[in-house]
């Protein structure tokens, strides 16, 4: 059974930091791409970024404007978004998906989601 | 980047009905669209691939059609597990991009 765990989300202030993690479980991790879709309190779903199977290549949203991150490490399962510069309008529900067979971009798999708060 | 506008934005229905959602998108894409079902405080499930693929484990109850612009999601008999919100998203072309939603209530 395909299984991802978020971890990491959190109430920071802004300008603050956090890295997130998803841990993945029953599927060869290392042949897949991974991405994180983020959704604000209340509102749609919002692509963040994507990774390819090796971590050799990455993709970001506009918004991010070099502020996060995305990395794996195929050894543990693990992908990861370290969030920095981090604003009130990052506040929302971080979901890790993993990329199907059929496209990249069509998540198959999503985990239960990370909460990070931005607030002073 | 391609927008994807759904509509109605919300929906009510009573239980056995059948409904339809629509999704149009800015410029073609093919038939690169994906259909979620989306409860409250839950994660997105996915429905539908390639615009009319089933994912695996979703009952036959949804449908989706169409190709290039304008796509629909059909929901057959209504039951109380159905009442949720609905986004489709394109991955077509990068960025990919998901509608507004719409949601979908007990009438």
């Known amino acids: 059974e395909v299984q991802l765990l978020e971890s990491g989300g959190d109430l920071v202030q802004p300008g603050g930091s956090l890295r997130l993690s998803c841990g993945a479980s029953?599927?060869?991790?290392?042949?897949?791409?991974m991405g994180w879709v983020r959704q604000a309190p209340g509102k749609g779903l919002e692509w963040v970024s994507s990774?390819?199977?090796?971590?050799?290549?990455?993709y970001y949203a506009d918004f991010v404007q070099g502020r996060f991150t995305i990395s794996r490490d195929n050894s543990k399962n693990t992908v990861y978004l370290q969030t920095n510069s981090l604003r009130a309008e990052d506040t929302a529900a971080y979901y890790c998906?993993?990329?199907?067979?059929?496209?990249?971009?069509?998540?198959?798999?999503w985990g239960q989601g990370a909460l990070v708060t931005v607030s002073s | 980047d391609i927008q994807m506008t759904q509509s109605p934005s919300s929906l009510s229905a009573s239980i056995e009905d059948r409904v339809t959602i629509t999704c149009r998108a800015s410029?073609?894409?093919?038939?690169?669209l994906a259909w979620f079902q989306q409860k409250p405080g839950k994660a997105p499930k996915p429905l539908i691939y390639?615009?009319?693929s089933l994912q695996s484990g979703v009952p036959s109850k949804f449908s989706g059609s169409g190709s290039g612009t304008d796509f629909t999601l059909t929901i057959s008999s209504l039951q109380p597990e159905d009442f949720a919100t609905y986004y489709c998203?394109?991955?077509?072309?990068?960025?990919?991009?998901f509608g507004q939603g719409t949601r979908l209530e007990i009438k």
């Open positions: 998203q394109q991955y077509n072309n990068y960025p990919p991009t």
């Open positions: 029953g599927f060869t991790f290392s042949t897949y791409d």
């Open positions: 998906a993993r990329g199907s067979p059929v496209a990249t971009y069509y998540f198959d798999y």
């Open positions: 410029q073609g894409i093919s038939n690169s």
């Open positions: 990774i390819s199977p090796s971590g050799a290549d990455t």
């Open positions: 390639g615009a009319s």
